[in-house]
């Protein structure tokens, strides 16, 4: 079966391109039609939304962090047996960095990469023709990125929707919808982006109605034969990163939830065994695991909880005397001496890097990275270069006495300077690897 594919784009974040894609994830899926999700670019939230909505696995894409046959390779893996693929874009469809070679890391290079069209989501709040010309600039700005038809979202009346409607008719793209303003649509948020869907009181019922609205305002039916079908050459797995052991034991809980679903599709494809575990209800990792891994989340947010998680502090000091721990951004959080919250409340972390942390003390870090690996570890040789990024608030308040963990550059390659720290079998940054550079 080769699979139709569509990405779903818009001018900027907040248009609506997450609500229109799970509510149409979700709609397909009532219907019988084989669906599946991806969004591209380094996001950990929407492609959970993606899995609740149409009962399959997310996935990413990041045309800057992977190689070009590792797109190809996980494209075809989540297209297998489906007969539809929404590819939600981050941010705005063409928003990426400035490369060389023009992996700039947007949706619109997977657009050019494998010839799939794009479903223009408008918002079209506080405009009525002038939408049209939006419209027009995205079908013209690069004629290697085809416009299939423009969603409009957020229209206040029936005439502000026929507004809209011709004018973008009248330069020769189709209109597949108009979704009303409807505030019961809008997805609660936090600090890092959307509040995940795990955490989400009725997000079944959530998904249901924005189905209902995609299914009220959407022709489906035109959707799915505008979807094109994407037919690619083999890829590979050769920049995918390696299972960090054979055994890994994963902290898994409301604190830790950011590990890419590649990642662990890739490790368990590999012959390695993932042994959650959970630092909140005070677990300590199996003994019997080759590696312990805490990625990132929410530690900020329980840090007095995991301040006194005495079984979990106790049996990662333990296994880290002869075995890996790393952590990732949260992660690398909780490995340090001390967390301070939102409230200037600090709180005694595992204490195993020598490092101390602030919520309270914010400043955003975000942006692709590349990180050359300064010793040999559970990630790799010294000098083995990985690509990923960091988004984070918390900030380093005492760097502590640690070696480094890596050399970071910016995705142009600007260096940065060294990030997180290592001290025996322990390691950790702020740094979320995707995968080899």
Not at 254 to 262: G, I, M, N
Request: net charge negative.
């Amino acid at each position: 079966m080769t699979a139709r594919a569509i990405i779903i784009g818009a001018p900027r974040s907040g248009s609506g391109k997450t609500s229109v894609t799970i509510g149409l994830l979700r709609a397909f899926a009532r219907r019988g039609v084989k669906v599946r999700g991806i969004k591209t670019g380094p996001d950990y939230i929407d492609p959970g939304f993606h899995a609740f909505a149409a009962g399959t696995p997310g996935l990413n894409l990041d045309s800057w962090a992977m190689q070009p046959d590792l797109l190809r390779h996980l494209f075809a893996q989540q297209a297998e047996d489906a007969e539809l693929v929404l590819i939600e874009s981050a941010m705005g469809l063409f928003d990426g960095i400035v490369v060389p070679d023009n992996r700039t890391g947007s949706a619109a290079d997977l657009a050019r990469l494998f010839g799939i069209p794009v479903l223009l989501v408008l918002d079209i709040s506080g405009q009525s023709q002038t939408a049209a010309a939006v419209a027009h600039g995205f079908a013209h700005y690069d004629p290697a990125v085809r416009m299939s038809a423009v969603v409009l979202n957020r229209a206040g009346s029936e005439r502000h929707r026929t507004l809209c409607s011709e004018a973008i008719e009248k330069i020769g793209l189709p209109v597949a919808g108009c979704v009303m303003r409807d505030p019961s649509l809008v997805l609660p948020e936090r600090h890092l982006g959307l509040v995940q869907a795990s955490e989400h009181p009725e997000i079944d019922a959530h998904i249901e109605r924005l189905a209902d609205a995609m299914e009220n305002s959407i022709d489906l039916d035109a959707l799915f034969a505008l979807a094109r079908p994407v037919d690619l050459p083999q890829g590979s797995t050769d920049a995918a990163i390696a299972p960090p052991g054979q055994r890994i034991a994963l902290a898994q809980d409301a604190a830790f939830t950011f590990l890419y679903p590649h990642l662990q599709r890739h490790w368990r494809e590999a012959g390695a065994e993932i042994v959650p575990f959970s630092p909140l209800a005070d677990e300590a990792p199996d003994a019997s695991c080759d590696v312990c891994w805490l990625p990132g989340g929410y530690p900020e947010l329980y840090a007095g909880q995991l301040a006194v998680a005495d079984t979990f502090k106790t049996g990662v000091a333990r296994f880290s005397q002869t075995k890996p721990v790393h952590g990732e951004c949260g992660g690398y959080m909780v490995l340090g001496e001390a967390l301070e919250d939102a409230d200037g409340v600090t709180h005694a972390m595992t204490g195993l890097l020598s490092h101390a942390t602030s919520f309270a003390k914010r400043k955003m870090n975000l942006g692709y990275r590349q990180a050359t690996i300064a010793a040999d570890g559970l990630l790799g040789q010294a000098g083995d270069v990985l690509r990923g990024h960091e988004f984070h608030y918390a900030r380093v308040i005492d760097s502590g006495r640690d070696d480094p963990f890596a050399q970071i550059a910016d995705g142009p390659g600007k260096p940065l300077g060294p990030s997180g720290g290592r001290r025996g079998f322990v390691t950790g940054t702020f740094f979320h690897a995707i995968a080899k550079g």
